[in-house]
């Protein structure tokens, strides 16, 4: 069985400071990792995931995470935060069949001009 | 590629009610998903179609809960006789290929109940 636990439901960064949203799995398989993000009454768009290869994985809007396997952790980071940036944040995991995909309780990015 | 459509995009409803909810992937996802997603919370699975075979369903999903995907094509869920805890929003997502494919989940906008 896969979980996810995300640490800290709300964080807050100063416009231009480093955005470090966490995330820990747990998962009986070699997992396949993913960020979404959530902006308000709008569905979810994915950020960046991590299915085999490279462990530091690039995605959208400057984003990036990587995968520790020894630390179970895929923590998303963003050197400099922008107001667009604000947002709900959700990080995912599913088995590598791609059955079913089970979801952090989230992050909201909150950034201070 | 229009993305994935959901409508209603809100719907409210009074207890003891029946709502349908339709949901449009993108052409030609062999995948679907439905996730109920309340304040707060990440999405939740509730069940997923290949195709027109509907392969897995979450311990969630009550017998008030049904499902279609009836041509492989657009799905509904329906709920029956709606009870207050049911109000949250429903979100839909397609994938392009099989299961154990590196496909990504591709979101719909979400149908919002409220249950009064």
């Known amino acids: 069985a896969q979980s996810v636990t995300q640490l800290g439901s709300h964080v807050s960064v100063s416009e231009g400071a480093l955005v470090l949203l966490r995330c820990n799995y747990s998962?009986?398989?070699?997992?396949?990792l993913f960020w979404y993000v959530q902006y308000p009454n709008q569905g979810l768009q994915l950020l960046l995931k991590y299915t085999t290869g490279a462990t530091l994985v690039k995605g959208i809007n400057g984003f990036e995470a990587e995968f520790k396997k020894s630390e179970t952790s895929f923590h998303l980071t963003k050197p400099s935060a922008h107001m667009s940036d604000a947002a709900e944040y959700f990080c995912?995991?599913?088995?590598?069949?791609?059955?079913?995909?089970?979801f952090g309780t989230g992050t909201s990015l909150t950034v201070i001009p | 590629d229009t993305g994935v459509s959901q409508d209603p995009r809100h719907k409210i409803t009074k207890r003891g009610q029946n709502v349908t909810f339709r949901c449009d992937p993108i052409s030609e996802h062999n995948r679907l998903y439905w996730y109920r997603q309340t304040l707060g919370q990440g999405p939740e699975f509730l069940t997923y179609f290949q195709n027109e075979a509907q392969l897995e369903k979450s311990r969630l999903l009550s017998d008030r809960f049904s499902a279609e995907r009836p041509k492989g094509s657009f799905s509904t869920l329906e709920i029956q006789r709606t009870e207050q805890g049911d109000s949250a929003m429903y979100l839909c997502a397609s994938l392009p290929g099989l299961a154990g494919s590196t496909d990504t989940q591709y979101f719909g906008p979400g149908t919002r109940l409220t249950v009064l």
């Open positions: 995912a995991v599913s088995d590598q069949g791609g059955n079913q995909f089970y």
């Open positions: 998962s009986s398989v070699p997992p396949y």
